[in-house]
Each structure stands twice: as C-alpha cells, then as structure tokens.
C-alpha cells in the first residue's frame, strides 16, 4: 500500500513557476514508481511525468519536457514536480500516481490539486 498526497497547486500567470509536492507513505514506496498526471476539463487523465524511487530513472511527457522537473527527497519521502514557464494549456488537476515498478499500471493515486494558469 501507498498513500499519496499533494499540495502545491494555484493560481498563476503565464511564464511563472510553480512546485507540486506528493508526499508519499507506505511499506512499498522503494519498490515503487511516482507519476504525475493532469486532467484538463472535458479531457482525459493524462501522464506528465515519472520517477522511479530507487535509482530516480526519470521520464517526460513531450509539451513539458525542457519545462518540467520530477524530483524526490528520499528523506521527506516526497516527489516534487517543479513547473517552469506555464501555459494557459497546463492548466488542470494533477495528481501523484503510483505503481509498482514491476507493473505498468499505477493504481495508488492522491486526491489531486488545481493548478490555473492565466494568459
């Protein structure tokens, strides 16, 4: 089991920044992977970016590559997904995800947090 939640999300302008955290706890977190994913309104969920907990593998999304950073403190258990240069297009709910590493399938997910982002 792993329980997931995330803070960090806002209101900003375009071209600001912004941190989400997910803060992670479990007995499987080592073994685990960590994805943030966002839904825009009328739209599907869709994978932003990944981390693999225990070497910190790393994996992107086309639109945020150059853009994004997926990070994790392995002391604070937490992953952080740092947002540079934001687009009225990044605007959505996102949400910290994880799954096995073993697995492809992310089946422990947070409760989400709203980010907006204005032209």
Known sequence: QVQLVESGGGLVQAGDSLRLS???SGRTINSAAVG?????????RDFVAGI???TGGTDYVDSVKGRFTISRDIVKNTVYLQMNSLKPEDTAVYYCAARH??????????????????S
Do not use: D, M
């Open 101 to 118: 590493v073993r697995t492809t399938a992310y089946v422990y997910w947070g409760q989400g947090t709203q980010v907006t982002v204005s």
């Open 22 to 24: 997910c803060l992670a």
């Open 52 to 54: 693999t907990w225990s």
């Open 36 to 44: 943030w994913f966002r839904q825009a309104p009328g739209k599907e």
